[in-house]
Protein backbone atom coordinates (compact mmCIF):
# COMPACT_ATOMS: atom_id res chain seq x y z
CA UNK A 1 0.00 0.00 0.00
CA UNK A 2 0.96 3.56 -0.76
CA UNK A 3 -0.25 6.71 0.90
CA UNK A 4 -0.27 10.10 -0.93
CA UNK A 5 -0.51 13.44 0.98
CA UNK A 6 -0.63 16.43 -0.79
CA UNK A 7 0.31 19.58 0.48
CA UNK A 8 0.82 23.70 -1.16
CA UNK A 9 -2.58 24.65 -2.86
CA UNK A 10 -4.64 27.92 -2.28
CA UNK A 11 -5.53 31.50 -3.86
CA UNK A 12 -3.47 33.06 -6.23
CA UNK A 13 -4.06 35.68 -8.65
CA UNK A 14 -3.72 35.01 -12.29
CA UNK A 15 -0.19 34.73 -13.29
CA UNK A 16 0.84 33.58 -10.07
CA UNK A 17 2.46 30.78 -8.98
CA UNK A 18 2.05 27.46 -7.03
CA UNK A 19 4.14 24.88 -5.92
CA UNK A 20 2.21 21.86 -4.75
CA UNK A 21 4.20 18.58 -3.15
CA UNK A 22 3.33 15.26 -2.30
CA UNK A 23 4.48 12.75 -0.02
CA UNK A 24 4.40 9.48 -0.72
CA UNK A 25 4.94 6.50 2.41
CA UNK A 26 3.95 2.57 2.52
CA UNK A 27 5.44 0.95 -0.28
CA UNK A 28 7.47 3.53 -2.13
CA UNK A 29 9.79 1.36 -3.68
CA UNK A 30 7.22 -0.45 -5.58
CA UNK A 31 5.96 3.09 -7.29
CA UNK A 32 7.09 3.60 -11.22
CA UNK A 33 5.28 6.62 -12.03
CA UNK A 34 3.48 9.24 -10.19
CA UNK A 35 1.49 12.38 -11.36
CA UNK A 36 -0.89 14.87 -10.84
CA UNK A 37 -4.91 15.52 -12.30
CA UNK A 38 -6.75 18.12 -11.55
CA UNK A 39 -11.22 17.85 -11.49
CA UNK A 40 -12.91 20.88 -11.81
CA UNK A 41 -16.85 21.49 -11.44
CA UNK A 42 -18.21 20.66 -14.39
CA UNK A 43 -15.64 19.74 -16.24
CA UNK A 44 -13.56 16.34 -17.12
CA UNK A 45 -11.13 15.28 -14.97
CA UNK A 46 -7.38 16.31 -16.78
CA UNK A 47 -4.14 14.58 -16.59
CA UNK A 48 -2.05 17.61 -16.13
CA UNK A 49 1.40 15.95 -15.28
CA UNK A 50 3.38 12.58 -14.93
CA UNK A 51 6.68 11.47 -14.60
CA UNK A 52 8.22 8.02 -14.86
CA UNK A 53 10.52 7.61 -11.57
CA UNK A 54 13.39 5.30 -13.22
CA UNK A 55 13.84 7.22 -16.14
CA UNK A 56 12.66 10.72 -15.37
CA UNK A 57 10.49 10.60 -18.79
CA UNK A 58 7.73 13.61 -18.04
CA UNK A 59 4.01 14.20 -19.67
CA UNK A 60 2.36 17.48 -19.88
CA UNK A 61 -0.83 17.97 -20.83
CA UNK A 62 -0.68 20.88 -24.03
CA UNK A 63 -2.65 23.28 -21.76
CA UNK A 64 0.17 23.44 -19.12
CA UNK A 65 3.26 22.63 -21.33
CA UNK A 66 5.69 25.52 -20.31
CA UNK A 67 3.87 26.56 -17.40
CA UNK A 68 3.94 23.58 -15.40
CA UNK A 69 6.94 21.77 -14.24
CA UNK A 70 6.69 17.76 -12.30
CA UNK A 71 9.91 16.84 -10.01
CA UNK A 72 10.72 14.38 -7.75
CA UNK A 73 13.13 13.72 -4.90
CA UNK A 74 13.04 10.38 -4.50
CA UNK A 75 15.13 10.62 -0.84
CA UNK A 76 12.04 11.82 0.32
CA UNK A 77 9.45 10.31 -1.68
CA UNK A 78 8.29 13.58 -2.44
CA UNK A 79 6.55 14.43 -5.66
CA UNK A 80 6.45 18.14 -6.77
CA UNK A 81 4.41 20.35 -9.52
CA UNK A 82 5.48 24.22 -9.78
CA UNK A 83 2.54 26.22 -11.43
CA UNK A 84 3.65 29.58 -13.04
CA UNK A 85 1.63 32.07 -15.07
CA UNK A 86 -1.45 29.82 -13.97
CA UNK A 87 -4.97 31.38 -15.40
CA UNK A 88 -8.17 31.34 -13.99
CA UNK A 89 -8.90 27.79 -15.92
CA UNK A 90 -6.23 26.14 -14.02
CA UNK A 91 -8.55 26.76 -10.62
CA UNK A 92 -9.37 23.02 -9.58
CA UNK A 93 -8.84 20.12 -6.99
CA UNK A 94 -4.97 18.76 -8.08
CA UNK A 95 -5.00 15.19 -7.09
CA UNK A 96 -1.47 13.10 -6.56
CA UNK A 97 -1.49 9.70 -7.80
CA UNK A 98 1.03 6.50 -7.71
CA UNK A 99 1.18 3.34 -9.90
CA UNK A 100 2.85 0.41 -8.78
CA UNK A 101 4.68 -1.81 -10.87
CA UNK A 102 2.31 -4.03 -10.55
CA UNK A 103 -0.48 -1.97 -11.92
CA UNK A 104 -1.36 -0.48 -8.13
CA UNK A 105 -3.19 2.91 -8.44
CA UNK A 106 -3.03 5.37 -5.59
CA UNK A 107 -4.50 8.48 -4.94
CA UNK A 108 -4.34 11.86 -2.60
CA UNK A 109 -6.86 13.48 -1.07
CA UNK A 110 -6.63 16.47 -3.49
CA UNK A 111 -5.28 19.99 -2.49
CA UNK A 112 -7.51 22.54 -3.72
CA UNK A 113 -5.91 25.83 -6.01
CA UNK A 114 -7.83 28.85 -6.85
CA UNK A 115 -6.78 31.57 -9.54
CA UNK A 116 -8.91 34.53 -8.84
CA UNK A 117 -8.51 38.22 -8.57
Known amino acids: QVQLVESGGGLVQPGGSLRLSCAASGSTSTINAMGWYRQAPGKQREVVASIDISSGSTNYADSVKGRFTISTDNAKNTVNLQMISLKPDDTATYYC??????????RGQGTQVTVSS
Open 97 to 106: TAESWSGDYY
